[in-house]
Each structure stands twice: as C-alpha cells, then as structure tokens.
C-alpha cells in the first residue's frame, strides 16, 4: 500500500527546512515539532520522517527533541541523520523510533549496516540513497560524493536484505521544484515497490505520480508547510487514484 511520510527536519532545536541541503539557506517554521507532529498525524500522514540535521551536518543533535516527540505522537517514525554507529541507531530505537536510517554507514562501515539489519530486522531499519543532480550517491550530510550510482545502490541496497529504501533527489529537496521524473524512471520497476520518494514533491500530482511509477510511498515536505500540498487532499486523491 502506498504511505505518505510527513517530513519534520530538525535544525539548532526548530523546525527547518535546507534547500538542497545547505545550512546557509536553513529557513525555520514557527510552532513546535510535537505541534507539527500531531497536526501530520491527524490529518492522516501514515508515518513521520523525522530527520536530524545538525547530526547530519556533524554540529550536534537534536535528540532530546525526537525522544519527546516520540513519546507524545502515537504514530509510526523513521528516524534519520548521523546514524553513524550502531550505538546511536539503538539509543534511537529505544527512545521509539519505528524505523531508523542509515546511509553514511552503509557506504563507510557496510558491515555494522548489515549487521543493524540483522539484529532489527529489515523492517526497522531503512537505507537512505541520496542521490545529486549527477546522479551519484551523497553521504556526510550530502556533501561528499561517493562513485555510486543510483541504480547500482539500489540494487546493491535489496541484494544486501534491505526491504526498505529512501530515495532522496537532493537536487531538488527544499525547491518545490516537483520531482524529476526522469530520475524515476531509472529505477527498475521491479525494485520501486521497496522505495520510498523524497525530494521535490510539491503538489498532488507529484504524489499521484509516484504512485502510478509503483513506487511505496512519498516524503512530504517544504510544500506540507508552505500550504502548496494538503494531507487530506493527497489521501483523497490517492484513494480515488
């Protein structure tokens, strides 16, 4: 079935969102991330995609800030950014994330990954692939480039026991720019049924298309919070579609 994931990117203790990942271009939303958390849920988002951005960018953590949340929103959360060792993967499966995000430690420490899967299990840990406007694999906080390419990892990614992938296009994360399609299209159709879409989504269409591609679901971000893009319109229109 086809989940909608409301974004909640945590930045310096706020709300934020990054444009493309740059901390220069860092803009915050006014209100908490327990406000924001119980609003998505409510108005039907399936999971939260909690992401730490100063974990990500290596200028600390927001972890007290996601152990709250996780103890006041009774729904499913992924949780991503700096999780660089199995000791932080585990402190945040203890504080209640659902599903926690690797990527830097894959493409670094690809044994601790496999071994995250192992003990969890597949569907409590995901593998994040970001990918640039080249179409190779970011990690650090997308700032060093790897020699992957998108459909190598994925590929690579299920070969290794991942049954949950998270594609972000960070070309176009934070732009509103609507998602790259022909970036879709690259990936076998076969393996869409494992990944889940970030990067661009702005409108309904851009939901309804993801859906039709048979990919899993959509990450809903900077347009969620900028009124571009309603979760009771996406889940009426996904269930009409």
């Known amino acids: 079935m ?8 945590l930045f310096r203790g706020r709300v934020a969102r990054l444009v493309r990942g ?3 271009e860092a803009f915050y939303y006014p209100g908490s991330a327990e406000e924001y958390a119980r609003r998505w849920v409510e108005e039907g988002a399936d999971w939260l995609h909690v992401i730490d951005l100063d974990a990500a960018l290596g200028v600390g953590d927001n972890f007290q800030t996601i152990s709250t949340l996780m103890r006041c929103v009774k729904a499913p959360a992924q949780v991503g950014g700096g999780v660089r060792s199995l000791e932080k993967a585990y402190s945040l ?13 894959y493409f670094k420490d690809r044994g601790k990954a496999l071994e995250l899967v192992e003990t969890l299990g597949p569907e409590r840990v995901a593998v994040g692939l970001d990918v640039d406007g080249e179409g190779f694999i970011v990690v650090a906080g997308w700032r060093e480039k790897t020699s992957s390419r998108l459909v190598e990892a994925v590929e690579k990614a299920l070969g290794d026991g991942f049954k949950n992938i998270l594609v972000t296009d960070t070309s176009r994360d934070g732009t509103l720019q609507g998602v790259n399609t022909a970036l879709l ?11 889940v879409f970030g990067g661009g989504v702005s409108t309904v269409e851009d939901v309804i298309s993801l859906k039709r591609h048979g990919f899993a679901g959509a990450v809903l971000g900077r347009a969620l919070y900028e009124g571009g893009i309603g979760l009771q319109r996406v889940k009426h229109a996904l269930l009409e579609g």
């Not at 209640?96 to 990527?103: D, M």
């Open 2 to 9: 086809f989940q909608v994931f409301a974004g909640l990117d």
């Open 22 to 24: 740059r901390a220069e």
């Open 185 to 195: 299209r690259q990936i076998p159709m076969e393996s869409r049924r494992y990944i």
């Open 93 to 105: 499966m203890d504080a209640g994330a659902a599903r926690v995000i690797v990527s830097s430690m």
